[in-house]
């Protein structure tokens, strides 16, 4: 009996190693295939622009010198830092304006039923079928008519239509998977349904609240399209189109610049969500959801 | 909720508001009793060009009463194409947009008739260019005026060094940067002298390359279609692919592709400058960017560099063609001070003043504007080397899918089948007849109503 | 506690619903649904958008040599790219849950970072990585005594290089809803199977995969889809070429439409896939929340 549990007991243990090896293995090959185009962007931005240009010379380390001129130009030649302060006022606004709209839906539709919230649920996820390429001309003229044109508010309003449809899933799913009896114990307590949502679902839920976060924060950070159609003053721009469009002259392009741009522009959503994953990952390992 | 009359107002006034980056100079508002105008034009990637040209209209509007607000849209990503897609549909926008190549047939729906305007450019400032009346007379009207700015005609940039140590060709005796040219020499130099040269290069390790892929440098092929009669559509609109003069030019290609390197097939607009300036290459079809930049980033190379004729096939001498215009959306508020706009940019002084912001990129489609300026003679090092990019010879430039009717030809240009069509015979070795049909089957499409 | 008639009616449940639904719903019939069936109706219309010729625009697509080109290339992209984003999300997910809580986070940020960078700029280097020039993985290739690739220029390097970079892109989404799921089984269930002998497949196949049933199938859904409709990582990389050989239904839509000024044709392209999908989704995800509303 004795051997049988030291038996098991040795072979958890080595199968333990054998797990952690084949985990690290894995992890430093995804790491070193993550991180190498990032790498070579920090580089790139921190070469003489003659450096970048020569032939032969190692891409993959700087040998003639680092130089700050790319970001120094980023910021001082152009409307960079306007840029920035544009896509965090818009992202800030959709991420607050997505939560609102997603959790109040995905309350009603996860718990209170009316007609159609079957059909609704399942079908927001086909609001993206429809490619932005297609949609941005009917909503061109619904954004003219609305005076909203070539200003960064147009974003705050068309930015929520890539979020919404899954975040509102997410928590769908989170709240779903809260058991009633919680309900009927705050029913009983004689709490309406805007405080059960707020003082029970909201914390109980938080993992999937910050993962719609994070969601809804990486869309609207990085959106494209959308900009590219409706804005065209630099002063109203946001970070990925303003980058794009100020560093790409004709058949010109400040590599060096560009690549400075790219990573400042990655900057903030790693240090945001270096910060929230915790949260995300402490929240879900209380317990309090369950698959 | 707005009416449709007033919400251009307030958001007229909103990008006034908004928009901080107009140039400085503190215009002050005079009274605007003509109105105002404003204008989408397209962003000059030269540095400065842009305010130069907003100096000269503010300037205009201040004396004429007119208040002027200008955007400058790149071409980036297509932005400026979206903008005019969008702004044509939803008939809201700006007054006066800019239209490179085919705009001007997209989107003549939208676009004001210009027939007096240009008449009345004509008529004080001598012809047009022949290509630009093909792209913006349509339909028996003028649907675009010629821009001041912008419009540019694909040279050969080569290193003349190369060529006179490896194919024993002095480009600098051949295309001299003064009027007295050999007529018997640049007689000789064809399509077929031109391929020797290419051979030569090409084992001397340092090719000639040019893109065959689909992209808007590709209009180097249609050039070259061109001189060889071969007619993709003929100006009737019937689809003359399965003829003599395109299989002669795709066996030409299919020799002068073993010359050349094989990544053209996946080139963009930028990678031919990259390809000359890094001292791989020896020959490309460039306006005067590349050598622009060379200054910038190689000055060793710039040196050597060297703007000259196209070679000349059966048919004629043709270069490809990149012209600009301004078109007058007809949902327009101030219609007729955007003409006198338009009659104002074809002026001598204005056009003088943005070929030399312009650094020389720019061509002006009034013929008698490109043969006075003196901007090209003096641009250096070294001496000379943009005195033939405007076309000082017999060359004649051409539009992509001519002469098919520009509704044809646009299609043949944004639809890339020139460039296609080539590629799969040289890239993809499809024999002449598949890859004739296949694009007699494109052309069906490109056909459509 | 008022008593009013009208305060009670407002009470019910299904109002209360409908109303806490309502921001929703209306953003998306004005921003979604009425943008979508316009896109419909302008499918529909002919090339100078005069007149109405149904499905003709669509007939027009089925005879087009490029455009079935366009289906399978759409269909093999989609089902490679988004099988390997699943592998490498599930393989990444599972290491990062192995090794001590500790250590976790580093790993998880190092990890993240592909899809934090926006789309727009990432790709632009990855462009600048593959580019016929200046590529630097060439540069090390030859350095290595291999020969340069030509990344872009060829069609088979060409679609490999846009699977890569958006498997690059995507991963890490799926590597955050799997741990998220992963992190959700209690520790005890596996701790019960080890007491009992199992081995680590049958913890995966008994234990790991049914329990993240739902996530699994959501995530791939939603990738399908998402990938698609792809257009930044083409339109930057190869913009369709060589030779239409990397064109997806949103670039070579852009091409027919936007580019060539035919924007019926070009919104009939963008509508082709979504009865298909829009079948496929509605068939998995009736499915995920039947599960759901079992708990």
Not at chain 1, 197 to 224: D, E, H, N, R, Y
Not at chain 2, 143 to 169: N, Q, W
Not at chain 3, 223 to 237: E, K, P
Request: charged letters at 15%.
């Amino acid at each position: 009996m004795k051997n049988n549990i030291l038996n098991i007991k040795n072979s958890i243990h080595s199968n333990r190693r054998w797990a952690l090896i084949a985990a690290y293995s894995s992890l430093i090959i995804f790491v070193i295939f993550f991180l190498f185009p990032p790498y070579y962007m920090l580089i790139t931005s921190l070469k003489t622009n003659k450096e970048i240009a020569e032939m032969a010379s190692n891409p993959w380390i700087i040998e003639q010198g680092i130089t700050l001129k790319h970001y120094v130009y980023l910021f001082t030649e152009t409307p960079f830092l306007t840029f920035f302060k544009n896509t965090i006022i818009v992202t800030v606004c959709v991420v607050i304006i997505t939560m609102v709209i997603s959790v109040l839906a995905a309350y009603s539709l996860s718990r209170l039923k009316f007609w159609g919230s079957g059909v609704l649920a399942t079908g927001i996820f086909l609001t993206y079928l429809v490619p932005e390429t297609l949609l941005f001309i009917p909503l061109f003229k619904i954004v003219g008519w609305l005076g909203l044109l070539n200003s960064y508010w147009v974003l705050v309003l068309v930015y929520p239509t890539l979020s919404v449809p899954f975040c509102t899933w997410l928590m769908i799913g989170y709240f779903s998977s809260i058991p009633k009896e919680i309900d009927e114990a705050a029913l009983i307590d004689g709490a309406n349904h805007m405080q059960m949502l707020w003082k029970v679902f909201i914390p109980v839920a938080m993992p999937g609240l910050i993962a719609a976060t994070i969601f809804a924060f990486t869309v609207s950070w990085a959106g494209f399209l959308y900009p590219l159609a409706f804005i065209y003053s630099e002063s109203e721009m946001v970070l990925t189109v303003g980058t794009v469009t100020t560093l790409i002259k004709g058949d010109v392009f400040n590599w060096g610049s560009l690549m400075s741009g790219a990573l400042l522009a990655a900057a903030p959503p790693v240090i945001i969500y270096a910060f929230l994953m915790d949260y995300y990952i402490a929240g879900l390992t209380s317990g309090a959801t369950k698959g | 909720m707005k009416k449709n009359n007033l919400h251009r107002r307030k958001f007229i006034k909103g990008l006034s508001a908004t928009s901080g980056y107009v140039i400085a100079a503190p215009y002050v508002k005079t009274s605007h009793s003509a109105g105002r105008l404003l204008l989408g034009l397209w962003d000059h990637w030269i540095p400065g060009a842009n305010d130069v040209l907003e100096n000269i209209i503010v300037a205009w509007g201040e004396k004429n009463g007119v208040e002027i607000k200008v955007d400058f849209i790149t071409s980036i990503g297509n932005k400026l194409l979206l903008t005019a897609q969008a702004e044509s549909r939803a008939k809201t926008g700006h007054d006066i947009f800019s239209q490179p190549t085919w705009y001007c047939s997209m989107f003549r729906h939208r676009l004001e008739p210009l027939d007096d305007v240009v008449e009345d450019i004509i008529s004080k400032h001598g012809p047009l260019l022949d290509s630009a009346k093909f792209y913006a007379h349509l339909d028996g009207h003028w649907r675009g005026s010629p821009a001041p700015t912008g419009s540019f005609f694909d040279s050969m940039v080569s290193r003349f060094d190369l060529f006179k140590e490896h194919a024993g060709i002095d480009l600098q005796t051949l295309f001299p940067a003064n009027e007295n040219r050999d007529a018997n020499l640049i007689n000789n130099w064809n399509w077929d002298t031109f391929l020797l040269a290419s051979e030569k290069l090409y084992k001397a390790g340092k090719p000639f390359g040019a893109t065959i892929g689909a992209t808007p440098d590709s209009r180097w092929l249609s050039a070259l279609f061109t001189s060889y009669g071969a007619e993709l559509v003929n100006k009737n609109g019937e689809i003359t692919v399965d003829s003599d003069e395109v299989r002669q030019v795709l066996e030409y290609m299919s020799k002068l592709t073993e010359f050349m390197p094989k990544s053209i097939y996946a080139w963009d607009d930028s990678s031919n400058n990259r390809w000359i300036i890094s001292g791989q290459g020896s020959a490309i079809f460039n306006p005067a960017s590349a050598w622009a930049v060379a200054k910038r980033d190689n000055p060793e190379i710039a040196n050597k560099l060297w703007h000259h004729d196209v070679p000349r096939g059966p048919k004629g001498r043709y270069r490809p063609d990149n012209s600009q215009f301004w078109g007058l959306w007809d949902f327009a508020e101030n219609k007729s001070a955007a003409k006198d706009l338009l009659r104002y940019m074809a002026e001598p002084n204005v056009i003088d003043a943005c070929i030399k912001a312009s650094q020389g990129y720019d061509i002006p489609l009034i013929i008698s504007h490109f043969n006075k300026n003196k901007t090209w003679e003096e641009a250096s090092p070294p001496d000379g080397v943009l005195y033939n990019y405007p076309m000082k010879g017999d060359e004649i430039p051409v539009a992509v899918g001519y002469p098919a009717p520009p509704e044809i030809a646009s299609q043949i240009t944004t639809q890339y089948v020139i460039a296609n069509l080539t590629a799969r015979v040289t890239a993809k070795g499809h024999s002449f007849k598949k890859a004739i049909s296949w694009a007699e089957n494109e052309l069906e499409g490109v056909m459509r109503r | 506690m008022k008593c009013s008639s009208l305060y009670l009616w407002l009470r019910q449940k299904p109002r209360i619903a409908f109303f806490m639904c309502l921001p929703l719903i209306l953003m998306v019939v004005c921003l979604i649904i009425y943008p979508f069936i316009y896109s419909i109706f302008l499918s529909m219309l002919n090339k100078a958008e005069t007149k109405f010729v149904g499905i003709g625009n669509y007939l027009f697509l089925f005879k087009r040599e490029t455009f079935w080109l366009v289906v399978q290339q759409s269909i093999f992209f989609a089902l490679v790219a988004v099988f390997f984003k699943a592998l490498i999300g599930f393989i990444a997910a599972h290491s990062i849950n192995a090794i001590p809580s500790k250590g976790q986070r580093k790993w998880r940020g190092m990890l993240l970072i592909p899809w934090v960078i926006p789309p727009a700029l990432s790709t632009l280097g990855w462009w600048w990585l593959f580019e016929p020039t200046y590529s630097a993985i060439n540069w090390f290739l030859v350095k290595i005594s291999l020969p340069a690739i030509p990344w872009l220029s060829e069609t088979f390097w060409a679609r490999f290089s846009i699977i890569l970079v958006n498997v690059w892109v995507g991963a890490p989404f799926f590597l955050i809803m799997y741990l998220a799921a992963l992190k959700s089984i209690p520790a005890d269930l596996y701790e019960a199977a080890s007491i009992d002998g199992a081995n680590y497949r049958q913890k995966l196949y008994y234990i790991t995969l049914p329990m993240m049933k739902n996530i699994i199938s959501i995530t791939i859904l939603f990738s399908i889809i998402v990938t698609f409709a792809n257009f930044d990582i083409v339109r930057v990389l190869t913009r369709g070429g060589p030779i239409d050989t990397t064109h997806l239904f949103a670039t070579y839509a852009f091409r027919v439409g936007i580019e060539s000024g035919d924007i019926p044709l070009g919104a009939a392209v963008s509508l082709f896939m979504f009865p298909i999908l829009g079948t496929l989704a509605f068939i998995i995800l009736r499915s995920v929340r039947k599960r759901a509303m079992e708990v």
